[in-house]
């Protein structure tokens, strides 16, 4: 924290100086040019478009399509930490149940500031960063709050007209999804984040950020069902892990979400040999079998 708040604020010492420097030799207002990114994120973009195939390319083969190389992606996850985490999960996308249900981390055991953390502590007579900030952080941190509760809020209260949406391309989301291994609280990795306040949790103090979250689901658990907007180049990824075992919430299920529908047991396996996977698309239903489904499986990175 106060290695990162050294950098940030000698930037902003050199951007102030620049500015004072400009203003004085060609006066008010400083021209775009010194201070608007537009041009410069721009030209980042075209060079990447127009770079000759590197490493990139060449490791793409029977991985993933190598244009992905080159076009800009957008991405949602359960990972933490990650930057507006209400705004950039998995969860925040998708289309409530008929009754509002939507798989999500439980609520944190406290809230507010922890207690001093005697390895944190301000040197007497330094100078109190933390307090310079803190105002201003924990105010845009509260909105972040509001935005995620209002946005859970709203989904909810939509739940009724998001599913005759759905409902009318005869996918409905399912109710056997629920959160898994994600901490709870506001985890976006600073300083003053306010994460893993959780019963599992062996140290609440340590604010712990990093985790692989994801949404749990199985054959019981129905559709998950979610919205991409702006999507243009027709390319979905999806994370799929396989070893996580039994799905607490579709215990003692023996029906498609507790009762809408039969359907089979497995013979056990995490992945049995009667495997289907569907996915509908605006309203296009697709079904795999388990050999097509480990044809399109792609180990892009070990751990990801």
């Not at 500015?19 to 006066?27: A, R, V």
């Not at 080159?70 to 933490?80: E, F, N, P």
């Not at 001093?116 to 924990?138: F, K, W, Y």
């Not at 396996?269 to 569907?278: C, G, I």
Request: aromatic share 8%.
């Amino acid at each position: 924290g106060r290695v990162l708040a050294f950098y940030i604020l000698s930037a902003l010492d050199d951007a102030l100086e620049k500015w004072s420097e400009k203003t004085i030799t060609e006066g008010h207002p400083l021209a775009n040019e010194h201070w608007h990114m537009s041009d410069y994120y721009n030209s980042i973009q075209q060079n990447i478009i127009k770079m000759p195939p590197s490493f990139c390319e060449e490791g793409s083969v029977g991985r993933f399509p190598s244009r992905l190389c080159k076009v800009s992606l957008k991405a949602r996850t359960q990972y933490t930490p990650r930057a507006d985490p209400g705004n950039t999960s998995i969860v925040s996308i998708l289309k409530p149940a008929s009754d509002g249900y939507i798989p999500s981390v439980a609520a944190p055991l406290y809230e507010g500031d922890d207690v001093p953390n005697p390895s944190t502590i301000v040197p007497e007579g330094a100078i109190d960063v933390r307090a310079i900030l803190s105002q201003r952080r924990r105010g845009m941190r509260d909105l972040l709050f509001q935005e995620v509760n209002s946005s859970l809020i709203s989904k909810k209260i939509d739940s009724v007209n998001a599913n005759r949406r759905v409902d009318a391309g005869k996918v409905s989301p399912g109710f056997g999804w629920v959160g898994h291994s994600e901490p709870s609280g506001f985890c976006d990795g600073s300083y003053y984040s306010q994460c893993g306040r959780q019963n599992s949790s062996k140290c609440l103090l340590s604010g712990h950020n990093d985790a692989r979250g994801g949404i749990l689901g199985d054959g019981l658990s129905g559709w998950l069902v979610m919205s991409l907007e702006g999507l243009k180049e027709g390319i979905i990824m999806l994370n799929f892990d396989f070893w996580h075992g039994k799905n607490p919430r579709t215990e003692g299920w023996t029906e498609l979400n507790d009762g809408k529908r039969r359907i089979l047991k497995g013979d056990g396996d995490l992945l049995p040999n009667s495997t289907l996977f569907e996915y509908s698309i605006n309203g296009n239903l697709t079904t795999w079998d388990l050999s097509r489904l480990l044809d399109h499986d792609k180990v892009v990175q070990r751990v990801v």
